[in-house]
């Protein structure tokens, strides 16, 4: 592997068999090297893939300064996330993930701790990355000694939920913000399944979808089936009326414009698991008339 550009002692540039620029990691392995030089393929720790050459530029500038046991637990979370989430991540999750995990452990060196203000939410509706974040506190204590708050949890979290939209991360948290304010009014109007079940699951996965729609995408007008709308209209009038109010609260906080095809859709995701909640509430008064 010849060498195009050295970045630091441990990261160089290089060009594979189809001619495309990729970053190679290697303690030492681009110490006291050059231009044109070769690297031996034993001395070779990670290779770095990145197409979108803006994120690439960005990435080498950033492990100019890099130590290089960041750099490796960044590839690593990722690997692991991408395994767990069975998920295409945007590559620049390499770029935006790597910096964090720098800044956090170097704020926290200095003594400096800030809390997440989205912390619950972040937990609440994205817990699997919430898991890897966690995952990814106890890689940097084995690996480092340093054991980063809960907090870093969350925010590794919105790294990975912006990778996997492919947003950047101040529309991560929008969206988050979004989520909390639906399901609050939601909860208020109708009864929900309880945390930790299948169908708040299956809800919050499809708010999650509407929300990046609607901060994000410009609305799909499509023509619906008149009949069937109107079918779920009748028969399913409270979650109807309740969707209309997300639809008119989103309007008004947001500017964002709800289709009424996603206030149907939205009805029905809402009929499905307030039905699921009542199912279950009446099992439960069952049991406990038996005891």
Request: proline share 3%; with cysteine; glycine share 6%.
């Amino acid at each position: 592997m010849v060498i195009a550009k050295v970045i630091n002692n441990n990261v160089v540039s290089s060009w594979d068999a189809d001619h495309k620029e990729i970053i190679v990691m290697g303690r030492g392995i681009g110490f006291q090297k050059k231009p044109g030089q070769t690297v031996r393929e034993e001395d070779i720790d990670k290779i770095f893939r990145l197409e979108n050459r803006d994120v690439r530029e960005r990435f080498k500038d950033l492990l100019e300064n890099m130590p290089m046991e960041y750099i490796r637990l960044s590839a690593d979370i990722i690997s692991f996330a991408k395994e767990r989430l069975d998920a295409r991540l945007s590559q620049s999750v390499y770029l935006t993930l790597t910096d964090h995990i720098g800044f956090a452990i170097g704020r926290f060196q200095e003594g400096m701790a800030f809390s997440n203000a989205l912390y619950r939410e972040i937990k609440r509706f994205y817990p699997e990355e919430f898991g890897i974040g966690m995952y990814a506190l106890d890689l940097i204590e084995q690996r480092s000694g340093i054991r980063l708050p809960d907090d870093e949890a969350a925010s590794i979290a919105i790294h990975l939920v912006d990778a996997e939209f492919d947003i950047k991360v101040r529309d991560a948290w929008s969206m988050t913000t979004l989520l909390q304010d639906m399901v609050g009014l939601l909860e208020r109007e109708l009864q929900l399944p309880k945390e930790d079940s299948y169908n708040r699951d299956c809800l919050l996965s499809n708010l999650k979808f509407l929300a990046h729609r609607l901060l994000l995408l410009p609305p799909e007008e499509r023509r619906g089936d008149p009949e069937f709308e109107r079918f779920i209209r009748e028969h399913c009038r409270k979650e109807y009326v309740c969707a209309g109010m997300v639809q008119d609260f989103v309007g008004e906080k947001y500017r964002c414009r709800m289709t009424e095809e996603e206030r149907i859709n939205l009805t029905l995701w809402l009929k499905q698991a307030s039905d699921a909640a009542e199912q279950k509430g009446k099992k439960g008064r069952l049991t406990d008339g038996l005891i």
